[in-house]
């Protein structure tokens, strides 16, 4: 922050409220860009809090089921995230991304809420051949996709000395949800 005598924020509120709605909506976007780029002690580490409340699905043996399990602090979710979920994954092969909405942010002072729509797409390589679009005078080589989740993400946040970080995660709606456990 600049110095008080040149911080306007402390003399307009509403544009503190602004800049803070607009350092979460990044917060958010560089948590599913460093999720998606497989850097994903980037995200547990830049847009976590340390006492992080993080509901993800259920595994139960390596399958994932329609419970919800709620991971109590950032290694907790390190831990998850790099020894269960992604277990047998290549360093640099992920195939999957998230097309997420503006999250919708909520200011209060120094915590805030914000609801995000997501879809989680993944890419299922294959050895045959593509299909093809054709769309005016161009061909496409056309990629096989999956939604494997419609999401809305409500995320309660905090304002920490290095910036906002993520306390509380929680899916609120799933779309499409995994198929149960026998």
Known sequence: RPPPEHDVT??????????DIEAIRTLVVRFVQLGDQN????????????????AVRHIDDARVTAGVDVLHGKEAVREVVTTVGYRGIEPGLWH?????????????????????????????PSDGPRGELTVGALTYDVPDYRI????????????????????????????TAPRRSP
Do not use: N
């Open 39 to 54: 850097d994903h002690h980037g995200w547990i580490d830049e847009c976590l809090h340390d006492d992080v409340e993080w």
């Open 96 to 124: 999957g991304s998230h097309i997420v909405s503006p999250p919708v942010v909520t200011v209060d002072g120094d915590t805030a809420h914000a609801v995000t729509d997501a879809v989680w797409l993944w890419h299922v």
């Open 10 to 19: 402390d003399r307009d509120p509403e544009l503190q409220r602004l800049l």
């Open 148 to 175: 494997i989740s419609v999401v809305q993400w409500r995320d309660e946040l905090v304002r920490t000395p290095a910036g906002w970080r993520i306390k509380v995660h929680r899916p609120a709606r799933l779309g």
